[in-house]
């Protein structure tokens, strides 16, 4: 099997054992099954508008503790039926219409200050006000189409709970699985930087981008693991085995994180020996190796250690001794080949890391966790539901409030425009424009782009589909299909879920009786039209840059990464190792290193002009990354040496300055007149080493802390934001 078919094979794979294919499982259905067997009675109509109670609470069923997931589909189920019935008496006066509209399109979007699940509620009020819109009914209809609502909304939340009570592990082994996949493709693209030619800022770019997917698939387990009673109670076996794999994995991310030697130099120098190529080889089978183990959480099952790691790692230490011994020459410099021991050193301990994750499938029950396992309030975020939080985001100066009034504008234009040219389905530009607009430019940009693009080729496959298929039950596995694909990759690939759903709302409204051309041409034209009013309105209306926050995203990193260098840095100098405020700060590097990530990609999709000092900010993120590197390293070693710690002379001064210089970095930024200046630089190591002083790691790491934090303080003075 060639690599790039098996490349398709685990991607397939990955996705059918995912969270995202089980989600689209659940969600298909919830829907469809209400729809299925009052159509059984004649009330298809019924069941449909029963399928649209059960969606609705599906929005709020986002990966998380089952509590908050319960909690957030029963207040959902609540607030869409009283957001149906209201939409149902204002559809008798247009006025009133377009007054709900502008109310509860700024209310609800205005809920995304409590976060993304809080946000997912009003989206849902906001699709059963959108679908609702022009449905004129009898004051009796109105009510029962609410019982309806809320009829839905209670089954998909005991179906939803249900299965969770079956299967109380699978969602937090499926994103355990994701999130080791994940650490795995990080390790696959750092592999990269030992490949000959290798283009170094296209390469950190796809590591920063990884780090931000990594960081999200880490806090989902978080949220999983330490927020569910059941999985943190020491007695439960599977909860213990899911807590102990996914502390051992962060140890393992930090061990991957950690850089010993510039890549450049290390090119200059072993290039052609091809030991660098040796080097990407058993990392990219490591990787393949942690992959594997991704699959075995998500499918249950055991994975299978790789016999040719261990021969691997062996003919590469056999091939840096051979280095040593002189026999490719004595032309290569003693810092070097000690780089390459040390990066050998560290693939070693990725191995064994990897190994003692793979012990933990055969002996579960013998596990017992820490203290320090278990003390999971340190590493896990609160949310606060204050009205204090809504009534502080109440003015121009914040994104949310500015992005609620740009959707509530934009919907009643979308509205007014849709009343004047009597569409057939107008509330399909209300449904783009209401699914389109996010907070960030950038958001609403790729949004609409995939909407348009998925909108465009499903109506044609959707078509072509009525053209050829008269067969009902053929129709009706394509629509299953069609479906299940749309909830599968609503979450993942927003354009392949569009390109899902337009088949199936096109074969829907066949089987209804309403399918025509007509239908097609609308549902591409209503696209177009909320697409554009809603890209336009986020372009010139109160718009959102990511220049305008950029400042305090540069600041946080530098902040974090100067604690966790103070930390570190202290255990070389007498403080004793402390596993739990090490490990908060790590965290925070983490998490705010993936703000940083985000926010340059956000940037770089908005108009160039907007692009205020771009590619010193990626200078900067780079930097950044390097700074968490080195000094994860130093943390390695602690942790490695406790007892043995030497003490080196000048260390401390240059720890000191190594601060100095990002503290000055950080000042600069905030444009604080109290900066140095001129008075930075960087200072040698007093130090005299002999040639096989195996403390030389230490002095050369601190070294390069001092020289990266010199370059984060200059790329800091040339950014303007």
């Not at 089980?22 to 159509?39: E, Q």
């Not at 003693?334 to 990725?350: D, F, P």
Request: hydrophobic letters at 45%; one cysteine or more; charged letters at 20%.
């Amino acid at each position: 099997m060639t690599s790039k078919t098996q490349q398709t094979t685990n991607e397939i794979k990955n996705f059918v054992l995912s969270s995202y294919f089980g989600d689209g499982l659940r969600i298909t259905f919830g829907a469809l099954v209400p729809s299925l067997i009052l159509s059984q009675f004649g009330l298809l109509q019924t069941g449909i508008t029963v399928s649209l109670g059960a969606l609705c609470a599906s929005i709020a069923d986002t990966p998380g503790p089952i509590t908050h997931r319960r909690n957030a589909m029963l207040v959902t189920t609540l607030v869409v039926s009283i957001v149906s019935l209201l939409t149902g008496f204002a559809n008798a006066s247009v006025y009133l219409l377009g007054i709900l509209i502008l109310a509860f399109s700024f209310l609800f979007s205005m809920l995304y200050v409590y976060g993304n699940r809080i946000a997912s509620i009003g989206t849902a009020a906001l699709l059963v006000m959108t679908l609702g819109i022009g449905d004129i009914r009898s004051f009796s209809e109105i009510l029962l189409y609410t019982l309806y609502i809320i009829a839905g909304g209670l089954w998909y939340s005991a179906l939803s709970i249900s299965l969770y009570k079956i299967m109380p592990y699978r969602l937090a082994q499926q994103s355990l699985g994701d999130c080791v996949i994940e650490v795995a493709h990080f390790m696959r693209i750092k592999a990269g930087f030992y490949k000959e030619g290798m283009d170094y800022d296209e390469n950190y770019k796809k590591l920063l981008e990884c780090q931000v997917l990594v960081n999200e698939k880490q806090n989902a387990v978080r949220d999983l693991l330490f927020k569910s009673r059941e999985i943190v109670r020491e007695s439960t076996q599977q909860g213990r085995f899911l807590v102990i794999v996914f502390v051992d994995v962060m140890d393992l991310f930090e061990q991957i994180m950690s850089t010993f030697y510039s890549y450049q130099t290390l090119h200059k120098q072993f290039d052609e020996i091809g030991i660098l190529k040796q080097f990407e080889t058993v990392l990219l089978h490591l990787s393949d190796q942690l992959e594997e183990v991704g699959y075995a959480l998500k499918a249950d099952t055991k994975p299978q250690l790789s016999l040719r790691l261990p021969r691997e790692i062996r003919d590469l230490k056999l091939e840096i001794e051979a280095l040593e011994r002189g026999e490719y020459g004595n032309e290569f410099k003693e810092s070097g080949v000690q780089a390459l021991k040390n990066i050998e050193v560290n693939v070693e301990n990725i191995f064994h890391r990897i190994k003692k994750i793979n012990g933990h499938f055969k002996d579960r029950k013998a596990r017992k966790l820490t203290k320090s396992q278990t003390q999971s309030a340190y590493f896990i975020s609160h949310e606060e539901y204050e009205f204090s939080l809504f009534r502080e985001n109440l003015a121009l100066k914040s994104e949310i409030f500015r992005h609620a009034i740009r959707v509530s504008v934009v919907m009643l234009i979308g509205f007014i425009i849709a009343q004047s040219y009597n569409f057939l389905h107008s509330n399909w530009i209300l449904l783009t424009i209401m699914v389109i607009m996010k907070p960030a430019f950038s958001l609403t940009k790729e949004r609409n782009y995939h909407r348009l693009i998925g909108t465009i080729i499903g109506a044609i496959v959707g078509m072509s589909i009525l053209s050829w298929v008269d067969d009902g039950s053929v129709l009706f596995a394509i629509l299953l299909i069609c479906m299940l694909g749309a909830y599968s990759f609503q979450r993942k690939n927003y354009v392949v879920s569009v390109l899902f759903m337009t088949p199936f709302i096109l074969i829907l409204y066949d089987f209804l009786g309403m399918g025509s051309r007509a239908i097609f041409i609308e549902r591409v034209y209503d696209t177009i039209i909320g697409g554009s009013i809603a890209f336009i309105a986020s372009h010139v209306f109160l718009p959102s840059w990511e220049h305008q926050k950029l400042k305090t995203v540069l600041v946080e990193m530098i902040e974090v990464n100067l604690a966790y260098y103070h930390q570190v840095s202290t255990y070389y100098f007498g403080q004793q190792y402390d596993k739990i405020p090490y490990k908060i700060i790590r965290k925070e590097v983490y998490v705010r290193s993936a703000n940083l990530a985000s926010a340059f990609q956000r940037m770089f999709s908005e108009p160039k002009s907007k692009q205020l000092s771009i590619k010193e900010i990626h200078k900067f993120s780079v930097l950044n990354h390097l700074m968490s590197s080195y000094v994860a390293t130093l943390a390695l070693y602690v942790m490695e040496h406790r007892e043995e710690i030497p003490a080196i002379e000048g260390l401390k001064e240059i720890a000191s300055n190594s601060e100095k210089l990002l503290n000055e970095a950080m000042m600069t930024l905030i444009k604080d007149e109290s900066i140095a200046g001129n008075d930075l630089k960087i200072l040698p190591l007093k130090h005299v080493f002999k040639e096989d002083d195996d403390t030389l790691l230490i002095a050369e790491q601190f070294i390069d802390l001092q020289k990266v934090a010199f370059d984060i303080y200059k790329i800091s003075e040339k950014i303007k934001v």
